[in-house]
């Protein structure tokens, strides 16, 4: 009988080179408490209640439901899967500010914009927006990962806002969270048949369960997962805005390309406001 094979160890990405971490400094702080900025800094992620009203994620969803239901209508017309997005399942509807206005507003929200303020500072841009519908199709979980794992960006650190539109606990499919191993930069993924993968598991995960209006925000450094949606009948669904300084760049086969379509990639905090 052969022996099961080792877990993989995380080692850096080729691209992650004497990377190191910074904050801007809490001065002036906007959106967050001192514990909260410490807790970021230190965890890699904050959970933020209450950031927004009831009427707000309403009409939020209000503008979502009608894009991800056209964008899983185009799933099954291509034989219900396409890359991750699944029928059912799980649905990654992307780039849906260049098709709502609402959604262009909320994701230069005042209270964005101070979020950003003090976990980014400078000139900042949105750099990707997706909604993502989890379903009870399948039992199905979203492996650990980095958000710099999927496209590798400098700078490597940018922001990542998880909006809950629904209340989102273990049962659904809430985040979970590694701890601590954002300040050493992208890790090097794997892809499995579910999405990209950097960690086999994390001892110390937290489960961050959340409310509809909270906003859990973390690294793109910070490795995380989602369970599978176990609610029968039920759909979790989030709104994912990431958020990176002005300058960014991706880097793909060498070719780096700057993080700045002025359709998606909007400024949302210029410096000084």
């Known amino acids: 009988m052969s022996a099961h094979p080792a877990p993989r160890q995380p080692k850096a990405h080729p691209l992650n080179q004497d990377f190191t971490w910074s904050m801007p400094e809490p001065h002036d702080l906007q959106a967050l408490t001192e514990a909260q900025y410490r807790h970021f800094n230190d965890e890699g992620f904050v959970k933020l209640e209450g950031v927004f009203t009831p009427a707000k994620v309403a009409e939020v969803i209000a503008a979502i439901d009608p894009l991800e239901a056209k964008a899983e209508d185009h799933l099954r017309s291509m034989g219900g899967r396409i890359s991750i997005s699944e029928a059912d399942v799980i ?9 709502s206005d609402v959604l262009r507003r909320f994701a230069a929200h005042p209270k964005i914009q101070a979020i950003c303020h003090d976990l ?35 700078p490597q650190q940018y922001l ?21 191993l954002h300040k050493g930069g992208t890790l ?42 176990l609610k029968a009948g039920s759909v979790r669904k989030a709104y994912i805005l990431q958020y990176a300084p002005d300058g ?3 880097i793909r086969n060498g070719v780096k390309a700057m993080q700045d379509d002025p359709k998606r990639q909007f400024l949302i905090n210029a410096a000084g406001l």
């Open 91 to 99: 649905t990654f509807t992307t780039h849906i500010v260049t098709k």
């Open 120 to 154: 980014i500072g400078g000139d900042v841009r949105l750099y990707w927006d997706q909604s993502v519908y989890k379903k009870t199709g399948k039992a199905q979980e979203f492996p650990w990962h980095q958000d710099n794992g999927y496209t590798f960006i400098e």
């Open 160 to 180: 990542t806002l998880w909006i809950p539109l629904v209340d989102v606990d273990d049962e659904n499919g809430c985040p979970w969270i590694a701890p601590k």
């Open 188 to 229: 090097e993924h794997w892809l499995t048949p579910i999405g990209f993968k950097c960690i086999e598991r994390a001892d110390d995960a937290v489960c961050v369960p959340g409310k509809a209006g909270d906003v859990i925000a973390f690294s793109s450094l910070a490795p995380h997962r989602t369970g599978p949606n």
């Open 248 to 250: 960014a760049y991706t």
